[in-house]
T-cell receptor
């Protein structure tokens, strides 16, 4: 039972443009949401998070939006850079347990 | 400030054998969680340790067991290895309370032949 879903396995974007990665979830008990980036042969790296009491959090080029009524989360990267090419995981927490999506592979084309 | 370290980086075992993976958490963190990542999938939660006790467990059989030591480091043990146990095993540390993100090591790649 996949409680966190990333329905786009891959995404390609031109350098300098906006990248939008989407995530849907089913569990209304999730209270904390995170995005991680993963390069091959490395562990996931924390990017940005948002509490369920907020609808937006911004950190430099990265912005996360949360729509609780739609159970939808998105990550915006502006402007996209070639170094952003990686797999991005959407993560949600209920209690002390974190649930991962299946990931979206982002390719930023120079 | 050392981050999360895992050893070994790669391991090859035969079906039926046992394996032990090790993890040292990020300095200051008190909680260690283990995840299994199969190819093309997101990490799946195995279990979480805090104060040397297993606090939560995911949907993994009893062949998977763990331990946390007084210095917060942790071990993951897998008995009676199956071919399907081949995966990347990730250790993550955090604080138990508050909105504390997980910090991951680079993982141990286990291959079972």
């Amino acid at each position: 039972d996949q409680q966190v879903k990333q329905n786009s396995p891959s995404l390609s974007v031109q350098e300098g443009r906006i990248s939008i990665l989407n995530c849907d979830y089913t569990n209304s008990m999730f209270d904390y949401f995170l995005w991680y980036k993963k390069y091959p042969a490395e562990g996931p790296t924390f990017l940005i998070s948002i509490s369920s009491i907020k609808d937006k959090n911004e950190d430099g080029r990265f912005t996360v939006f949360l729509n609780k009524s739609a159970k939808h989360l998105s990550l915006h990267i502006v402007p996209s850079q070639p170094g952003d090419s990686a797999v991005y995981f959407c993560v949600a927490r209920a209690g002390n347990q974190f649930y991962f999506g299946t990931g979206t592979s982002l390719t930023v084309i120079p | 400030d050392a981050g999360v370290t895992q050893s070994p980086t790669h391991l090859i075992k035969t079906r039926g054998q046992q394996v032990t993976l090790r993890c040292s958490p990020k300095s200051g963190h008190d909680t260690v969680s283990w995840y299994q990542q199969a190819l093309g999938q997101g990490p799946q939660f195995i279990f979480q340790y805090y104060e040397e006790e297993e606090r939560q467990r995911g949907n993994f059989p009893d062949r998977f067991s763990g331990h946390q030591f007084p210095n917060y480091s942790s071990e993951l043990n897998v008995n009676a290895l199956l071919l399907g146990d081949s995966a990347l095993y990730l250790c993550a540390s955090s604080f138990l309370s508050g909105n504390s993100p997980l910090h991951f090591g680079n993982g141990t790649r286990l291959t079972v032949t």
